[in-house]
Structure formats: C-alpha cells, structure tokens
C-alpha cells in the first residue's frame, strides 16, 4: 500500500510564552526543538499508523530569532519512507501582524516504526505530489546516506548517491 505525501501533513499553532524563551526574550532552541520533534512524530505515524520512535534529527536551522508573544505555525509532513524508516520535514513559520508569514526555521527528522517488541517493521511507500514533495523525496536518499555515515553506521564508500553527488566527477 501506499499512501500520499499530504496525508501526513501535521500542523500545530503556538504563541511564545515567558517560560518558553532564553535570556534575550526570545524562543529557547531547546523548546523549539521539542515542538518540532512532537510534530514532526505525530506526521510519522500518520503516514504509517505505528509506534514510531526518532532516530535521527539532522539539518536543524535556526535562521531568525522568534520573540516573546510571537505566533509560530509548525508543519510536517513525510518526504519518503523507506523500508522502516520515514524522513520528516518540520518548516516553521512566524505569523506577521499583518497576517502573512515568514519562514524561520527548519529540520529534517528521521523517525523508525516499530512492533511491539520494538523492532523496525515495514511501513507503505510514499507518493510526492507537488513540486517541493517531489523535490524533497528525490533528495531524501542522499540525507538517508549521510545520516546513516555520520552515525557510523553505513561505510562512506557504500554511500553510492550521496558521493555521487559530492563528487559527480568521480
Ligand atoms: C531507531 C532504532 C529503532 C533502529 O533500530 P535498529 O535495530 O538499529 O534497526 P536498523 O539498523 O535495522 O535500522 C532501522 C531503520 O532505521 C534507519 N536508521 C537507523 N539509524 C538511523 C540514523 N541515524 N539516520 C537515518 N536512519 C537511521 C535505518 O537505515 C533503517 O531504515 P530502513 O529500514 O528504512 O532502511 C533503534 O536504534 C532505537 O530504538 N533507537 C532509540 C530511539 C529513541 O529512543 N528515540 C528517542 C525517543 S523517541
């Protein structure tokens, strides 16, 4: 069975609170990245309807500060699933008084279904739609080798795509 990118998607709204932020005023990382990883997992198993646990968090980046009383929008959604394992991207947004949004922060999340014993277990393919869906599966193997290299637990010269992209002269 497979099942398509949008059926993942997870959205959560929160407004920055005291207890929230660090010593400028401005939104804790650490808080951040709690909500992230709570979204980015509900995401997982909405696409595979399993206990999943986080394997991996890579690639977050925080690229402006979010203040005190600012309104963030959190979104998710799956970019490929593997055989066990899905990747997740969390994009948030802050909101503008005016009402329109600016994107400021992002991470890519690897989460990995499991059984009751909690071992892997298989979860349904996944199908990109839009142009950002297809962009991000096409892309996702590359991630998927460099995660897996980083945590030692794939040999660099096993990493066919990811070094084929490094060093497309090669
Ligand atoms: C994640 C976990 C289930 C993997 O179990 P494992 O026995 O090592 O299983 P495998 O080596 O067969 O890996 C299973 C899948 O995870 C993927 N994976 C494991 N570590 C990964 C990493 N660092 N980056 C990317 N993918 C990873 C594997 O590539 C494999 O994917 P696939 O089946 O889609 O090809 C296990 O390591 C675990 O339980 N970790 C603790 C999770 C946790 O407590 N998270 C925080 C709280 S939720």
């Not at 010593?23 to 909405?46: C, K, P, Q, V, Y």
């Not at 600012?70 to 970019?79: D, G, N, R």
């Not at 066990?84 to 009402?99: A, R």
């Not at 329109?100 to 990109?128: G, H, M, S, W, Y």
Request: charged content about 25%.
């Amino acid at each position: 069975m497979k099942k398509k990118a949008i059926e993942s998607l997870s959205v959560q709204t929160k407004v920055v609170l005291p207890h929230d932020t660090n010593t400028l005023n401005t939104l804790f990382g650490g808080s951040l990245l709690a909500w992230m990883d709570e979204i980015a997992s509900i995401s997982a198993h909405r696409h595979c309807g399993r206990v999943v646990v986080t394997a991996s968090i890579n690639n977050v980046s925080f690229d402006r500060p979010i203040s005190s009383g600012e309104i963030v929008t959190l979104e998710a959604k799956v970019s490929r699933a593997f055989s066990s394992s899905m990747e997740v991207f969390v994009d948030v947004y802050v909101e503008n008084s005016n009402g329109t949004r600016e994107k400021c922060n992002e991470a890519i999340f690897v989460f990995v279904a499991i059984d009751q014993n909690r071992n892997p277990i298989n979860i349904p393919a996944l199908i990109p739609e839009s142009l950002e869906e297809k962009d991000r599966f096409d892309s996702a193997l590359r991630r998927k080798q460099l995660s897996l290299v980083l945590a030692g637990r794939l040999n660099p010269e096993d990493a066919l795509e990811l070094k084929a992209a490094l060093f497309p002269k090669l």
